[in-house]
């Protein structure tokens, strides 16, 4: 079984430029979060989606935008970009939105770096 | 300061020893989960405490939720060197719909 899928692994952007990140979850997994992971901090939540709803946004700005698809995959996209936005990406499936007894399950991440 | 706060930030340990790590939660904790993450990698999930006096053990790795001390604590015990990597905890909210995070805390096992 696949586990949590994101691409691409790593990326670099100019700032100013726009970047779209991609997450594929467990299949029968309903449900995606992203979070925000600055270098040397915890992950900082940015949105959640079940059955392609928002159910949850977390304090970051409106450059930040997210959508989950018929196939329950999502995309974040992230605006005029940032040298702060430089962080890695972390993308968590779970059945549905309150996470369940089996946790949120996450990728690998995508690594993004601003210059 | 931090809704979720772990103690210590880091630790070296020899291995063969034993480590406890603390999670205080300034909040109701509705769930408490911990994870696992190696430098640059995704999070691993380890455990997911719900009730008060919760306690669940997977191989050398105990976790306990005290819900009247708004508290969890994550203990190892005979360290190994594949222990080694960040512990972070989270707390879930009362919608259900997000986890918010500790800081971590980066364990170093010493062969």
């Known amino acids: 079984d696949a586990g949590v899928t994101q691409s691409p692994t790593h990326l670099i952007k100019t700032r100013g430029q726009h970047v779209t990140l991609r997450c594929s979850p467990i299949s029968g997994h309903k449900s995606v979060s992203w979070y925000q992971q600055v270098l040397g901090q915890g992950p900082q939540f940015i949105f959640q989606y079940y059955e392609k709803e928002e159910r949850g946004r977390g304090n970051f700005p409106d450059r930040f935008s997210a959508r989950q698809f018929p196939n329950y995959s999502s995309e974040l996209n992230v605006n005029a970009l940032l040298l702060g936005d430089s962080a890695l990406y972390l993308c968590?499936?779970?059945?549905?939105?309150?996470?369940?007894?089996?946790?949120?399950?996450f990728g690998s991440g995508t690594r993004l770096t601003v210059v | 300061s931090q809704e979720l706060e772990q103690s210590p930030q880091s630790l070296i340990v020899q291995e063969g020893k034993n480590l406890t790590i603390n999670c205080t939660s300034s909040k109701t904790l509705y769930g408490l989960y911990w994870y696992k993450q190696k430098y640059g990698e995704g999070l691993i999930f380890l455990m997911m405490l719900q009730k008060g006096g919760e306690e669940k053990s997977h191989e050398k790795i105990t976790a306990k939720l005290d819900e009247k001390k708004q508290q969890s604590s994550l203990h190892i015990t005979a360290s190994q060197p594949s222990h080694a990597g960040i512990y972070l905890c989270?707390?879930?909210?009362?919608?259900?719909?997000?986890?918010?995070f500790g800081g971590g805390t980066r364990v170093l096992v010493k062969p």
């Open positions: 968590a499936s779970s059945l549905e939105g309150g996470g369940t007894n089996y946790g949120y399950t």
């Open positions: 989270g707390r879930k909210g009362a919608a259900g719909n997000k986890l918010t």
